[in-house]
């Protein structure tokens, strides 16, 4: 018998949501270790089908681990039906990881610990949910199952503009889920006999009509749009960045922000091949204004978390100039590995400013100086992620880079390409430039003598970041090698 692996991953979280629920709310202790090791369970069978996938299943383009199809409701031809192949298998290990380091790093929330804790593994189950999910009705219940804990995350236990940053969020995704509902919809009763099934419908779509395709393509393209974020769909994410609890941030950067480009790759992309060679121009047109808006804004921040913020459109700007190359397979896997690498750095940033937060109660820029001096352990790890974010060789940031650019030189416009360029000089310069006016300079002995060194808990939460940070800027190929298969099928789909 084989072992559900991939619905594990799915109902361990929500286990451990229904096990806090029923702990009484004074035990804090009891709910943060609760929830430590279900989502630590989660992570060990992600990462356990990763370590499967790399040394015997990497080769094949087809889904590695399949779950069903099960029939769940016949009289709407709606199945349970879960895949993971080299496309998801990676997002499912950093969702994992990213999910077990953020509840590690909320343990020092006091208020409302029982509903926090609860609301966090919920997410964790959409999360995984939408990553292995095959039918289209599950996709779409993950996905908007997703923005309920979250709007609770940030409108509960965020800043002082926390109601609204959660609104906002709230209402920007559910616009892009209408479009995407009524994209299914077309999807369902267009095909003959009426399918869910994602695969089924790859199959079939191209024999849709050029305009239906253009219709369905758009609609999915707005859901996913949003969720990425691209410009000029993104004005959601610096509220939600800046309002939310440190560790939501980190979930909202290094997990959220993948399931659009992931939708776009494991739905949109291969289903509509011809929508998307009329259109492909012009998404390589959004995504390099992402990549230089997003830098200059980021230059003009005061805020230390602002910027992380808005360097996350830049750095997601890159993935759409990928995928646009449809024709390039080391593009497009060009794209995975910056989904990836930004997790992990993007991240970690956030944690390290919650750290920096936690004991100044500010992010001013302008308020520090010579932090390099006082805490040596913490400002030496913050610039090794400012370094990995700006694309610094020996990193993951520039291998994802660096493929994208060789892969798509060929594949888009060239000055489109060579435009996108300008946002790793753009992001050298707003990274050293924070760097040093955070680190380097005279310290403020007066107002910030009491700041005390990143403690064990904090270092244990960012420590394996930068194992692998490094780990897929020195040795790419254990990455790559796990994706190429699928990919070069997923290209091939694209070139009907």
């Not at 998801?88 to 380091?101: M, R, Y």
């Not at 230089?292 to 890159?318: C, E, N, P, R, T």
Request: charged share 10%; with cysteine; glycine share 8%.
């Amino acid at each position: 018998m084989q072992i559900p692996y991939l619905s594990s991953l799915v109902f361990v979280p929500l286990i451990g949501m229904a096990v806090v629920m029923f702990l009484p709310k004074q035990s804090k202790w009891a709910i943060r270790w609760v929830s430590l090791v279900l989502s630590g369970i989660a992570m060990v069978i992600s990462i356990w089908l990763t370590w499967d996938y790399y040394f015997n299943l990497a080769g094949s383009a087809a889904m590695a681990y399949v779950e069903g199809p099960f029939e769940w409701i016949p009289s709407l031809h709606i199945q349970y039906f879960l895949g993971a192949d080299g496309i998801s298998i990676p997002l499912l290990s950093l969702t994992g990881l990213l999910s077990f380091l953020s509840i590690l790093a909320s343990f020092n929330i006091e208020n409302r610990v029982k509903e926090y804790f609860a609301f966090f593994l919920l997410l964790e189950v959409g999360m995984m949910g939408v990553f292995v999910a095959l039918d289209f009705f599950l996709f779409y219940v993950f996905w908007e199952v997703m923005l309920v804990p979250m709007y609770f995350l940030i409108g509960i236990w965020g800043g002082p503009r926390k109601e609204y940053a959660a609104i906002k969020f709230f209402l920007y995704t559910l616009f892009g889920s209408i479009f995407m509902l009524v994209a299914i919809l077309i999807l369902y009763f267009t095909s003959e006999p009426h399918t869910l099934n994602m695969l089924t419908l790859i199959q079939t779509s191209p024999g849709l009509g050029h305009t239906l395709q253009m219709v369905c393509f758009i609609f999915f393209f707005i859901a996913f749009a949003i969720k990425v974020p691209v410009w000029p769909f993104h004005t959601w994410l610096p509220d939600a960045h800046v309002e939310a609890p440190t560790a939501v941030s980190v979930i909202l950067a290094g997990v959220l922000l993948k399931m659009g480009t992931y939708g776009m790759l494991r739905i949109s992309w291969p289903m509509f091949p011809d929508a998307l060679r009329t259109l492909s121009f012009w998404i390589a047109v959004l995504g390099v204004i992402a990549i230089i808006y997003g830098a200059l804004v980021s230059m003009a921040q005061k805020d230390l978390k602002k910027l992380v913020a808005y360097s996350s459109v830049s750095h997601m700007g890159f993935c759409m100039l990928a995928l646009a190359a449809i024709s390039s397979v080391q593009a497009i896997a060009g794209c995975m590995f910056q989904m990836v690498s930004h997790g992990l750095i993007t991240g970690a940033l956030f944690l390290l400013v919650g750290v920096l937060y936690d004991r100044a109660h500010t992010r001013e820029i302008a308020a520090f100086g010579g932090l390099g001096a006082k805490l040596p352990v913490y400002s030496g790890i913050m610039v090794f992620f400012s370094m990995a974010s700006l694309g610094l060789p020996g990193m993951s940031g520039f291998i994802s880079e660096f493929m994208i650019f060789v892969g798509a030189f060929g594949a888009v416009n060239k000055v489109l390409v060579g435009l996108g360029v300008l946002g790793v000089v753009l992001g050298a310069a707003y990274m050293l430039r924070m760097v040093q006016r955070v680190f380097l300079g005279n310290f403020d002995e007066s107002r910030w003598g009491g700041l005390f060194e990143i403690n064990f808990r904090e270092i244990v939460s960012v420590a394996p970041l930068m194992v692998l940070t490094l780990w897929i800027g020195v040795y790419p190929k254990w990455l790559s090698s796990m994706m190429s298969a699928t990919l070069e099928n997923l290209v091939t789909l694209m070139a009907r």
